[in-house]
């Protein structure tokens, strides 16, 4: 049986061991997105703490889906040279990475973005605030393209793989969640009408970056509330996400977010969800939520719940958090 510190191959990508800092936001960037010296120091320091894979925070594929003032940004070329330092100061610290693609969607404000919020239909993501403006059949071709452009940036910066963000209350999530997505046409109703957006950004990125390139999807498993996607339905969409081209799922909340309040001082708070999508698919799964114990981690491994665990709010509160653990481990072998 695998352990954490056990190292594994995804695709041309071999990673140490099975630790992962998932991506956390840190609003570093100036107003353009751009990458500056707190990006550097904040990501090196905990590669060189033997953390295997860093997941860039989310970063922006248009203005428009831009979240916070602050957030990276992966919209424009004039951005590629910073990104490309961000990932040199990954590799040298000996960590792989990847980039996260993101859009808002609903889950911005028109502060923030310049416009007014677009989603799938004019429900709002809960607690997040205003009636979004649903998107017409071309604008939705836009953003595959968009999808597409900062996937080309993210490989020219030379990250190792790529994170396309399904997950936390954002665009392709509010497609997926029922809750959101009430829509008639070819991009809602159905599970597979609901999911098309997501596959077609699937099938752009993947055509972009080459059959070789390791591709992520951060998966809102389920929104954990009343007519949203629950896990019965995410268990028949996980084998076709990696039909269409995913190489690993990186499990987590729908429009609950990353961090729902039912689950706080709940250890592995998103593991079940993680176990359960691992059953129906043949790729690696990430487990994330709550996880800050060196033991606990190597059991959700251990005991083949996931392939991978993230350590988020820990490695946030003590960079050195990923070579203790596996000290521990070893001097408790």
């Not at 509010?174 to 809602?188: E, I, K, L, M």
């Not at 033991?295 to 719940?305: C, M, P, R």
């Not at 392939?307 to 509160?317: I, P, Q, S, Y």
Request: glycine residues 10%.
């Amino acid at each position: 049986m695998p352990k954490l510190s056990d190292p594994l191959v995804i695709k041309n990508m071999e990673l140490k061991n099975r630790i992962v800092m998932p991506p956390m936001a840190n609003d570093f960037s100036g107003p353009e997105g751009e990458v500056n010296d707190r990006h550097l120091e904040h990501y090196r320091r905990r590669a060189e703490a033997e953390v295997a894979l860093m997941i860039v925070e989310h970063s922006y594929v248009t203005p428009e889906g831009k979240l916070s003032a602050r957030q990276l940004g992966i919209y424009d070329d004039s951005l590629v040279s910073g990104l490309s330092i961000l990932a040199e100061a990954i590799r040298g610290a000996g960590a792989k990475s990847t980039i996260q693609l993101t859009h808002a969607g609903a889950s911005t404000t028109d502060e923030i973005c310049g416009c007014q919020p677009v989603g799938p239909s004019d429900v709002a993501v809960p607690g997040r605030g205003a009636i979004p403006r649903p998107l017409g059949i071309d604008e939705i071709k836009d953003l595959t393209r968009a999808h597409r452009e900062g996937a080309r940036r993210a490989k020219e910066a030379g990250f190792d793989s790529i994170e396309i963000h399904g997950a936390h209350g954002f665009l392709l999530n509010q497609f997926v969640s029922p809750y959101t997505n009430r829509r008639t046409d070819q991009y809602g109703g159905t599970t597979g009408n609901r999911l098309r957006l997501t596959l077609e950004v699937i099938a752009a990125v993947r055509e972009e970056v080459g059959p070789g390139y390791p591709l992520f999807y951060r998966f809102g498993a389920s929104d954990f509330m009343e007519g949203g996607l629950a896990i019965d339905e995410a268990r028949l969409i996980a084998p076709m996400l990696t039909e269409a081209g995913i190489d690993v799922l990186d499990v987590s909340g729908g429009l609950c977010g990353s961090r729902p309040k039912e689950f706080a001082g709940v250890p592995g708070f998103f593991v079940p969800l993680a176990q359960s999508i691992k059953e129906v698919v043949d790729v690696p799964v990430i487990a994330v939520g709550g996880i800050v114990e060196a033991a606990f981690a190597n059991s959700v491994i251990e005991e083949g719940k996931a392939d991978l665990v993230a350590v988020g709010r820990a490695l946030l509160k003590n960079p050195d958090w990923a070579r203790q653990a596996l000290q521990e481990l070893k001097g408790n072998a």
